[in-house]
């Protein structure tokens, strides 16, 4: 069973000039683990520090302190030690749309990262491979020769996520996944992860603003406030039984499909 664990996780940055010296902490001592197998939910409103900690996860980011582990090993930030770990943890973005180049076919964007990462050689290979991740995503293989644009954003985001799978990480990271996708296929996107996470033992961490989709596709929750985690436990606990303010104005703010609405 992998971990990736987060200890004592924190992030400054230095203000710009106009503040004498200030800083602003954006993730402030954070502390979790994801093991294989489960998905953990990171739930905030914008500009609480979720994006920055998933930064911080990808190493696109230096903490100011702190300790991010896989497996009991510190994450080497550089040479061949660097690459394991972003081969290890990989990243779904949250725009479909800008996460991939117009100008390739679906068959260059699942091939260069199954290059990359010593995962096919030759054309055979590479082009099994490719068919390998159309069908893990549930699409068909004559994807493979389309360009972006002649995909819904649906599809656009089950092959970013095919492209996230092509090194076989532990970790997938997956930020505000859904939130550009039509309401009628994020269901779809979201039951995928759920099935990637079962089939494939997959730790996800699964970083979001609705509370609801937290709940049902998550097995624990943080709630992240201001750069802290404020709340935290199995997903139904956190949100049927809150204990912090700010927990509670989430919960309350989010849809209740059990709540009958009186006529």
Do not use: C
């Not at 900690?53 to 061949?80: W, Y």
């Not at 996800?204 to 998550?218: E, G």
Request: hydrophobic residues 40%.
């Amino acid at each position: 069973m992998s971990v990736l664990e987060v200890k004592n996780l924190r992030k400054e940055y230095r203000l710009r000039d106009g503040w004498k010296g200030r800083t602003l902490t954006a993730v402030n001592d954070v502390s979790f683990s994801i093991e294989s197998g489960r998905t953990v939910a990171l739930v905030g409103q914008s500009g609480s520090g979720k994006s920055t900690l998933a930064k911080l996860l990808m190493q696109l980011e230096k903490p100011t302190s702190g300790v991010i582990e896989l497996d009991g090993q510190p994450v080497i930030r550089r040479g061949a030690g660097l690459r394991q770990y972003r081969s290890d943890v990989q990243m779904v973005f949250q725009d479909p749309f800008a996460s991939l180049n117009p100008y390739h076919t679906i068959a260059h964007h699942l091939a260069r990262p199954l290059v990359l990462h010593g995962k096919a050689r030759g054309r055979d290979e590479i082009d099994a491979g490719v068919s390998r991740l159309l069908e893990r995503v549930r699409l068909e293989p004559d994807m493979a020769s389309r360009r972006p644009h002649e995909l819904s954003g649906g599809q656009r985001q089950r092959i970013a996520i095919a492209r996230a799978l092509a090194p076989e990480p532990k970790i997938l990271v997956a930020d505000e996944p859904v939130s550009m996708l039509d309401v009628s296929i994020r269901l779809g996107v979201l039951n995928l992860l759920a099935d990637l996470q079962r089939e494939e033992n997959l730790g996800v961490f699964y970083i979001t603003h609705d509370l609801a989709t937290a709940r049902h596709f998550s097995d624990d929750i943080l709630v992240m406030f201001k750069g802290e985690i404020v709340e935290r436990g199995p997903a139904d606990d956190v949100i049927l039984n809150p204990q912090h303010e700010y927990t509670r104005l989430l919960a309350e703010a989010a849809p209740n499909p059990e709540k009958r609405i009186s006529a």
